[in-house]
């Protein structure tokens, strides 16, 4: 048996030991490190050596601001090395994910909000990182639009939400027949009847309802009229 025991870690530091140890060590950068482990007693010493790799949990994510639709924001998981994650969002919720799956999560308040994320890995090593938002709510109602000018500019209409729980367009002619209806604000009206792409609406008034409702707020319904240019 051996009297005395002493553990190389590979970084320059060592422990020495009376009994068979059992610790642990704490590595300040990632690589790659040879563990010696040598015992010492009244018969010839022995060593056995372990290559261990240590990698760095990096926490990391950005919103996608090319899917941004308010009140429902996406967020892109680019962390590194961890095999486990948590979202924390200030309105109390919390997502777990086994992966770095993206995810997407619906705010039901305006203002600053903070996000953050804690990535972890199987030795249960950790790190986080938080984002701060801001989330704003208003209506825009444009009253005319230019389809088929050729300009490349103002050639849909669209009615723009910020902050909306609910989206509701309905566009009309003159003699009430509907030209065009939208529950999505990404789907926006062409000039054409009902976006067929053919059937071209003629310059003139429109006649508008718009039915919405803003994070915090009652719905509400405003009737309007738009002007199409050609």
């Known amino acids: ?19 068979a140890p059992h610790t642990g060590h704490l590595y300040t ?14 018969f010839c010493p022995d060593s056995l050596t372990k290559k261990i790799k240590v990698v760095d949990v990096k926490a990391s994510f950005y919103m996608d601001s090319s899917r941004q639709d308010t009140p429902v924001f996406y967020f892109v998981n680019t962390s590194l090395n961890a095999t486990h994650y948590t979202w924390i969002f200030d309105d109390g919720t919390i997502i777990e994910t086994p992966d770095n799956s993206d995810i997407s999560h619906s705010f039901n308040r305006t203002g600053i909000i903070n996000v953050c ?6 030795t249960g090593c ?21 389809p088929g000018n050729n300009d490349g500019k103002n050639d849909r209409y669209y009615i723009v939400a910020r902050g909306n729980q609910l989206y509701g367009l309905e566009i009309f002619n003159r003699w009430g027949q509907k030209v065009f209806s939208s529950d999505d604000k990404s789907y926006t009206w062409d000039g054409s009847k009902m976006n067929d ?3 071209l609406c003629a310059a003139g ?26």
């Open 197 to 199: 792409g053919h059937t």
């Open 126 to 146: 950790e790190d986080s990182v938080c984002h701060t938002l801001n989330l704003d709510k208003y209506i825009f109602i444009p009253n005319v639009f230019t």
């Open 29 to 42: 950068h990632v690589g790659v490190y040879t563990l010696r482990y040598k015992g010492t007693g009244p």
């Open 117 to 122: 994320l804690i990535a972890r890995n199987n």
């Open 205 to 230: 008034t429109y006649y508008f309802i718009f039915h919405y409702q803003l994070i915090g707020e009652k719905e509400k319904t405003v009737e309007g009229t738009v002007t199409l240019i050609r």
């Open 1 to 19: 048996s051996f009297k005395n025991w002493t553990l190389d870690f590979g970084d320059s530091t060592f422990k020495n030991f009376s009994k």
